[in-house]
């Protein structure tokens, strides 16, 4: 009965969770990557999107004021890599906390000696297990690049399903957990030795923190840039196409194409007064 009641709310909350069009489509153009959706997949993840922005409970810091386009923006990027798993992969848990920017969150640690030391963390995002995520939102202008901290947090969500953060979340059947591990510390310890060695990388360096977060930075860039991921990591993008269920690099190859075909022909320079071609 109750579960039954619980439904009937939650259809009719969703129900009355309306968006128009054009702010969809104001939204989207802000997230480019969603190109690499088809009709049908972006279609889907609208649905999951309101399923989200019904199921949780978004809350303001700092003053921070979370309007529609916030709110759908987030809930769009919280739910791409979910597309093809499904909400229940965020159950047990409601809250999600917006700053404006990075924000500081006191730690405490103790070294082996037995001293606690304290001090501030600035950070972009953080991820509770059994708890809240916590985002900033920064204005367009002022958001930090190649940085995708809602996916990346929600990434970590994921990770945090079986347990850990230690970058080996929980694979659906089918998959190998000794074939997972070997791509992604393979990947990983070859990603350290770049960072370390002060090479230019495809990946955010903050990366090799540990294999947790490669594994959330790995997220991010297997949705954002998936034809460089696949480039770079082939072995790590094969087995996060298997986690997610979808495959990007293919969606942004057809859009690429699919935005060739529809450009306007360009002249020839030898179309031009003159008959030079353009330098």
Wanted: aromatic share 10%; glycine share 8%.
């Amino acid at each position: 009965m109750l579960e039954f009641l619980r439904k009937w709310r939650r259809a009719r909350k969703l129900a009355a969770l309306t968006v128009p069009l054009a702010t969809w489509g104001r939204v989207e153009a802000g997230l480019p990557f969603l190109d690499y959706l088809d009709a049908d997949e972006r279609a889907r993840l609208r649905e999951l999107a309101r399923g989200f922005l019904v199921d949780k409970q978004f809350h303001g810091a700092q003053g921070i004021v979370l309007g529609d386009e916030i709110l759908l923006a987030i809930a769009l990027q919280a739910c791409l890599p979910i597309l093809n798993i499904g909400l229940d992969a965020y159950r047990g848990w409601v809250g999600v906390v917006v700053y404006p920017g990075d924000f500081i969150i006191p730690r405490h640690e103790m070294d082996e000696a037995g001293i606690v030391h304290e001090y501030d963390d600035e950070v972009l995002g953080e991820a509770w297990e059994g708890g809240p995520v916590l985002v900033s939102w920064h204005d367009e202008s002022e958001a930090p690049a190649g940085v995708n901290v809602v996916i990346h947090e929600f990434a970590h969500k994921l990770d945090m399903e079986n347990g850990d953060v230690d970058g080996l979340p929980l694979l659906p059947p089918g998959m190998s957990r000794a074939a997972w591990a070997k791509a992604f510390n393979d990947a990983y310890r070859r990603f350290c030795d770049q960072v370390d060695a002060g090479e230019e990388t495809v990946l955010d360096p903050y990366a090799s923190e540990s294999p947790g977060e490669f594994f959330a930075v790995a997220s991010e860039a297997f949705f954002e840039t998936p034809c460089v991921m696949e480039h770079a990591f082939p072995a790590v993008y094969q087995q996060l196409r298997g986690f997610y269920r979808i495959d990007p690099a293919a969606g942004e190859r057809r859009f690429r194409e699919e935005s060739h075909h529809n450009a306007p022909a360009e002249r020839s320079g030898f179309d031009s007064p003159g008959g030079a071609p353009p330098r």
